[in-house]
């Protein structure tokens, strides 16, 4: 039949609440309905009828080195900051601008981008204003574009320069977010006609922490170096330099 939900069915259905009272074909009227209206749940308008908002505070004595300089400027101009994680996961980044959208947010800046991320912002934040910190540009976006590849040759060049030939460079080679550092040493070897071997090219775990990566990673290189081993080594970031 065509009749209209209920009130009370919509509730259910928009809460997820009370599935099994709710046919399946129902509950898909009431999802699609709500998607072409762009309906988004209310959570400071629940909280108001149940005193309950299902968020959770978490203070720190401050935040990574990616989020402060954010943090400090949001809150000099007058505005509060709401974080969230994507993982360099496209479901959960769809996931966390969804939220963002509940929350009404004036504007969305995203830190490292997700693959596909393009079509997700412009499919699900198209009426907001977004900026876009990541290694090459979006059309379509306003982007700071993070120089991981001039950064890579610098240090390459500047290895070079005191004397250095075999420059090994300590990385998780094969995750996409790496792709800019790792073309970034690979150009600057070749413009400086130094041999890239397998000994120079080491890889690190992607699942622990930073200077547990480059501990790791370094310790299995070490294992397997000949006299031919770097005289020189490159890591991502500090905490991995540490490790290693």
Known sequence: HNRRPSSTTVSRVLNNRGSGFVSAKTRQRVLAAAREMGYRPNPMA???????????????????????????????????????AHHRNPGDFRRVLEDFLIQNVDGILVHSIVDGAGDILRDVAADKPV???????????????????QGMRAAVRHLAGLGHQRIGLLVNHTAPQMRWRVSGYHDAMAELGLAI??????????????????????K??????SPQRPTALICTNDDVATGA
Do not use: N
Request: charged share 25%; hydrophobic share 45%; proline share 6%.
């Open 131 to 149: 900026v876009l910190c990541c290694e090459e540009p979006i059309e379509g976006f306003d982007c700071f574009i993070d120089q991981r590849y």
């Open 197 to 218: 071997t397998e000994q120079l090219l080491i890889d690190m775990p992607s699942d622990l922490p930073s200077a547990s990566r480059g501990y790791v990673g370094l």
């Open 46 to 84: 629940r909280a108001l009828r149940g005193a309950k908002t299902e968020t959770i505070g978490l203070a720190v004595p401050g935040f990574f080195k990616h989020i402060d300089p954010v943090e400090l400027a949001a809150r000099e101009a007058g505005y509060r900051m709401h974080m969230a």
């Open 220 to 225: 299995a290189a070490l294992a397997t170096w």
